[in-house]
């Protein structure tokens, strides 16, 4: 069963911290996103990869930076934590030409 | 701008019944639809895509129709079940007005089934 994992579903992270999502994917997908979904905000883009160590900056990248040393695996950082960053944070792959397979999310909450 | 967007926040149908949820899309380039299907806590799960070249498809219980000339993509679920309680979103592929990406997001239309 093809699949997207993320390392925690729930993650409880003071301001200041630094904070690593994980990520990985099973489907040998060329591209791996990372979303935040807010309510009444819907789905916004952080950052985006078509490639090993290749990273590309969504809508909203500020606070955050990425990183991809195998092909596999996306990692989320965000540098310090803030309030304004407690969401559910989205990661998903997918081939050139296919739909998006989203992970099950990470409910982060900065206190 | 380029916009997806769902006419409905909130659907409420009878258990059996048929469900049809719609998207209204703006740009004339978007080539490829996908529906997306996200229960409370989880993360979005896919359901059925649709390329332009195409105006039907069908999956297991879902039909998923395009509309071009009107630019509108509906899902329809057959027989609607409890288990189908959730939010769903329509999603676009073009490459000009969507995020950087490419893909642009409906909100959501919240399914509610009533026994």
């Known amino acids: 069963d093809v699949k997207v994992t993320q390392s925690s579903r729930y993650l409880v992270k003071r301001t200041g911290e630094k904070v690593f999502l994980e990520c990985v994917q099973d489907?040998?997908?060329?591209?791996m996103f990372w979303y935040r979904q807010d309510p009444g905000l819907g789905l916004r883009l952080i950052y985006f990869?078509?490639?090993?160590?290749?990273?590309e900056k969504g809508d909203i990248p500020e606070g955050y930076s990425v990183s991809r040393e195998k092909k596999e695996r996306f990692s989320l950082i965000l540098e310090s934590a803030s309030t304004n960053q407690t969401s559910m944070y989205l990661c998903?792959?997918?081939?050139?030409?296919?739909?998006?397979?989203f992970g099950p999310g990470t409910r982060l909450t900065v206190t | 701008g380029e916009s997806v967007g769902l006419h409905l926040p909130t659907l409420s149908v009878q258990e059996g019944d048929n469900s049809i949820i719609n998207c209204a899309y703006s740009n004339s380039a978007s080539d490829y639809f996908i529906w997306y299907k996200q229960e409370s806590g989880k993360g979005p799960q896919f359901i059925i895509d649709?390329?332009?070249?195409?105006d039907k498809r069908q999956g297991q219980r879902v039909t998923v129709l395009l509309n071009k000339t009107v630019k509108h993509l509906s899902l329809q679920i057959a027989a609607t079940q409890p288990g189908d309680s959730a939010v769903y979103f329509c999603?676009?592929?073009?490459?000009?007005?969507?995020?950087?990406?490419?893909?642009?997001f409906g909100k959501g239309t919240h399914l509610i089934i009533q026994p």
């Open positions: 999603a676009e592929n073009g490459m000009s007005g969507g995020g950087a990406d490419g893909l642009t």
């Open positions: 649709i390329r332009s070249n195409m």
């Open positions: 489907m040998d997908h060329e591209n």
């Open positions: 998903a792959s997918r081939a050139s030409t296919s739909a998006l397979i």
């Open positions: 990869s078509y490639d090993v160590k290749m990273k």
